[in-house]
């Protein structure tokens, strides 16, 4: 006989009607415990997807694929040779100076801490976007070096502003918005008959960007290099060359060369060194959700056995009559196996179409919404992949399968003469 005898009897007994009902809804909690499993599983991937996606995009969107600065932390002078010369090694495809400060911006009694970075915005465009993400168009131009840009003193009410961009948790922190005049607070102070005095400078806010990334968002502000320099009392001084990639995910390799091409006394990072906890906490939540809501689809699988042995229990005299016709053991065999499959091949699929949905509905609308200053992402992401539609499929067929064993083997061992004695 052709395995469609097999197959033809598999789906029969599925859809038969039963004198016993429970067997029926023990197969039904069996289909959609499977269903309910592959689709919590494909949204679970999909979101530790997600944020790894986009926790990586909005990092490397507000930062660069490799840092070189001083081991000694005492800063980069004569950097413009260097950073021409680095600048042409094999992979490097943009460079841009940087010049770091930790500051107190301040406006009113309103203030908070920020991490300033002095830059040049066209180089710095080529390395990050951070121009795409400030309001209003073209404010991120006006950090672009002024040759008659008079020294910001504190004092220096002859001339405008300096221009300053600020993450927008910050300048919703102090209370502040495009146009303000904002203090920035240097510890870098001047030295006076009473001590280090802090410098005292205001800025005006030209624009606020917002990355997404709560670390960014929240503690970052962006000045002109020059009056960077200027406020922090270190002329022809930067303190970072970040660069940027042909190949991001060869970035340690690249930092190493960039490196020895240095010299001695530079050290350079790359961003998968700077975010290495990071990412492999991610890639641990992914191994432990597939675990965890693994269990759901164990759990079905639990029930297809029950009721696959509950049916051999109520078939055993239609078994016994097949088996006395010439049918085989091993045909047996096969349509409680085929059976099962059935089941797990039903609750899989269904299972898939729901979850690659609400990924997709999760992706498109974004209707579940994050604390940024927990999760460093304001919307929860979704980003699903057909490789792991493949897996969990998989795993839920074949977890299914091996439940089927039991039973089948069990109907395989019925003898007809024992099951047809008191017929």
Avoid: C
Avoid at 189 to 211: D, M, N, Q, W
Avoid at 219 to 243: C, K, N, S, W
């Amino acid at each position: 006989m052709k395995l469609s005898f097999e197959l033809f009897f598999a789906a029969r007994y599925l859809r038969a009607r039963r004198r016993q009902a429970v067997i029926g809804l023990v197969t039904a909690i069996s289909i959609f415990g499977i269903a309910a499993g592959v689709a919590a599983l494909i949204l679970a991937l999909a979101i530790t997807n997600g944020m790894r996606r986009d926790v990586q995009d909005r990092l490397l969107g507000s930062s660069a694929h490799i840092d070189l600065l001083r081991a000694d932390a005492k800063g980069i002078r004569d950097w413009q040779p260097l950073v021409e010369r680095l600048g042409r090694l094999p992979h490097v495809v943009a460079d841009a100076p940087g010049l770091y400060e930790q500051v107190l911006v301040a406006r009113g009694p309103r203030d908070g801490g920020a991490l300033l970075k002095g830059i040049l915005p066209t180089a710095e465009d080529r390395i990050s976007h951070l121009e795409q993400t400030v309001t209003p168009t073209g404010a991120f131009a006006q950090l672009a070096p002024e040759a008659d840009q008079d020294q910001t003193h504190s004092n220096a009410a002859a001339g405008p502003l300096p221009p300053i961009i600020l993450g927008s948790d910050l300048a919703e922190t102090i209370g502040a918005a495009v146009g303000d005049s904002v203090m920035v607070i240097s510890p870098q102070g001047e030295l006076t008959p009473l001590g280090i005095v802090p410098k005292y400078v205001r800025f005006r806010l030209a624009g606020i960007f917002h990355s997404g990334f709560y670390q960014y968002d929240s503690g970052m502000g962006y000045i002109r290099l020059a009056d960077a320099q200027r406020l922090f009392a270190e002329p022809d001084l930067i303190t970072v060359i970040d660069f940027r990639v042909d190949d991001l995910y060869a970035a340690d390799r690249i930092a190493r060369t960039v490196e020895q091409a240095a010299g001695p006394g530079f050290q350079a990072t790359s961003w998968m060194e700077e975010n290495r906890e990071l990412f492999r906490a991610l890639a641990l939540q992914r191994v432990v959700t597939f675990l965890i809501l693994g269990l759901i689809v164990l759990v079905a699988a639990l029930n297809i056995l029950i009721a696959l042995t509950m049916m051999v229990m109520e078939k055993t005299r239609d078994i016994a009559i097949l088996m006395s016709f010439g049918v085989e053991p091993a045909q047996i065999r096969r349509i409680f196996l085929l059976q099962g499959l059935l089941i797990s091949l039903l609750g899989t699929a269904l299972g898939l179409v729901l979850g690659y949905l609400g990924a997709w509905a999760g992706s498109h609308y974004h209707f579940i919404r994050l604390s940024a200053s927990l999760y460093n992402l304001d919307t929860l992401p979704f980003a699903p992949r057909l490789a792991d539609g493949v897996l969990v499929g998989l795993v839920s067929i074949g977890v299914a399968l091996t439940a089927t064993l039991y039973p089948s083997a069990a109907a395989a061992r019925i003898l007809p003469a024992e099951a047809l004695r008191y017929e």
